[in-house]
């Protein structure tokens, strides 16, 4: 995380990175939550960035990435009170420069089923995103 603190003040001079690292063992947090990252062009002040660890052009999503992701994932939406349906990858920014990331080996609509499940789980029942009660 230090070589990526670095890397991103020193060499890029950003004001931050994105808001989540999250590899097979663990989730970093590395610029807060409630402070715009930069991580993706269009949508750096109006959505979390998440990286996950690898090269999933090439690589095959481990188990532990894909189940710290499921859980970063779900929690940010529930913290958010957002649908996983508003999921947004990297490729999409139309005014990004990284059209491959995150890989081939990631679907939207595979991630998006598998996060609605995880909240789906950890509260069951009838829930509307945004909903006040």
Known sequence: MQNLQH??????HWSAGPHLFIADDLIWVFT??????????????????VELVGDYTTEELSPGVQGNATQ????????????P??????????????RDCPGTRIV????ITMVTACIADKLPGEHIPGAVA
Do not use: C, F
């Open 7 to 12: 890397y991103y003040r020193d060499t890029q």
């Open 32 to 49: 807060p939550l409630d402070t715009p990252g930069v991580h993706s062009p269009s949508w750096n002040a109006i959505s979390w960035g």
């Open 72 to 83: 970063g994932l779900a929690a940010l939406y529930l913290l958010g009170g957002i649908t």
């Open 85 to 98: 349906d508003a999921l947004r990858l990297h490729k999409e920014d139309p005014r990004t420069t990284h």
């Open 108 to 111: 939207k609509n595979d991630v």
